[in-house]
């Protein structure tokens, strides 16, 4: 069993920056892909970052690449997702995702291990 928790989240301006953690417990994550998704009111889970295993491959939708930067630290088991440049159209709550065994990052399919998640509000 993986217990994920995330933490970072809050009300940001515009422009502004966040930087989102998730600690895993349990189990090590050493060998599994880690992602974040996000939801918006009225609206679906969205994929919006992955970083395979090792950290070497990462993944990002176009919605945020070049914003958001995924990182990982397997020593501490933990994820990180840096945002910058925020969009009014970012907010939502943000879920961290474990998906164990897989070293790739698959951008689809809500699979795996799910935290809590972590409420995203950018105001003008």
């Known amino acids: 069993q993986v217990q994920l928790e995330e933490s970072g989240g809050g009300l940001v301006q515009v422009g502004g920056s966040l930087r989102l953690s998730c600690a895993a417990s349990?189990?090590?994550?050493?060998?599994?892909?880690m992602r974040w998704f996000r939801q918006s009111p009225g609206k679906a889970r969205e994929f919006v970052a992955g970083?395979?295993?090792?950290?070497?491959?990462?993944e990002y939708s176009d919605s945020v690449k070049g914003r958001f930067t995924i990182s990982r630290d397997n020593a501490q088991n933990t994820a990180s997702l840096q945002m910058n440049s925020l969009k009014l159209e970012d907010t939502a709550v943000y879920y961290c995702n474990a998906v164990l065994g897989v070293l790739g990052v698959p951008r689809s399919g809500m699979f795996g291990y799910w935290g809590q998640g972590t409420q995203v509000t950018v105001s003008s």
């Open positions: 349990g189990r090590t994550l050493r060998n599994s892909s």
């Open positions: 970083i395979s295993s090792s950290g070497g491959t990462t």
